[in-house]
């Protein structure tokens, strides 16, 4: 069996005072097949090296971006990224073929509740629309977008120790596109992957 090889490109301005996505990152970077990038860390001065990472992108079979929303979007790294990186002739244009057929997606964490992210909620968006340019930015460069996987009312998870059971979802998530056992075609149309792994593993399984 194929095993793809997962990137994660991980945007967090304050890592260390981080109590979700500090963790689901260290069990990341226990899974054979899946690279961390820690972009911060990195690129203290967003001076991001152009051909490394177009490199490690050609590299990798899945593209995830992880991130805690800030304001309704990625930290800012995440789109200096973007407008560096997808240059024209790799990501896009007639010979920018270089993602073509890669499934990608978003793992963020948010404060404000799930309810909240509805139409009729308070911040009248679902994820999923919020994160739109994203979502097409992926259709542009021929990838194969999928919902986003998300951890709402992010700022007290760790009190009510709802942190164990995502990461546990979340593990479950990468191996399963680690293994190619994540059905793509059924989880494409979702407004979230979370709370729908279970048949959309268990689809593939059959
Ligand atoms: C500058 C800033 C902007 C934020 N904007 C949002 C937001 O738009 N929506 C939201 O639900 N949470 C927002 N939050 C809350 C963070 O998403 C939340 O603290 C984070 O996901 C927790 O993850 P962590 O423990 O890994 O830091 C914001 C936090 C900060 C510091």
């Not at 899946?34 to 690129?43: R, W």
């Not at 309810?115 to 999923?128: E, K, M, P, S, V």
């Not at 164990?164 to 075609?185: C, F, T």
Request: hydrophobic share 40%; charged share 25%; net charge neutral.
């Amino acid at each position: 069996m194929k095993h793809n090889k997962i990137l994660i490109l991980y945007a967090h301005p304050s890592p260390h005072r981080s109590e979700v996505n500090k963790p689901m990152i260290r069990a990341a970077k226990k899974i054979a097949g899946v690279t961390v990038v820690d972009l911060y860390y990195e690129y203290p001065n967003f001076d991001i090296d152009i051909d490394k990472e177009q490199q490690r992108l050609r590299d990798h079979d899945v593209i995830i971006f992880q991130f805690p929303l800030y304001w309704y979007s990625t930290p800012s790294i995440l789109k200096e990224w973007q407008d560096l990186v997808l240059e024209y002739g790799f990501a896009y244009g007639s010979e920018g073929t270089a993602l073509h057929g890669k499934p990608m997606l978003c793992v963020l964490s948010a404060g404000g509740k799930e309810q909240a992210y509805d139409l009729n909620g308070l911040n009248h968006f679902t994820i999923r629309q919020l994160l739109a340019p994203i979502e097409q930015m992926a259709n542009l460069t021929g990838m194969r977008y999928l919902p986003p996987f998300t951890l709402f009312n992010a700022r007290t998870a760790y009190e009510e120790r709802r942190i164990p059971e995502h990461l546990k979802q979340y593990k479950r998530l990468l191996h399963a596109l680690v293994e190619n056992r994540l059905d793509i075609e059924q989880a494409a149309p979702l407004t979230l992957l979370t709370h729908k792994l279970d048949d959309l593993i268990a689809a593939k399984e059959d």
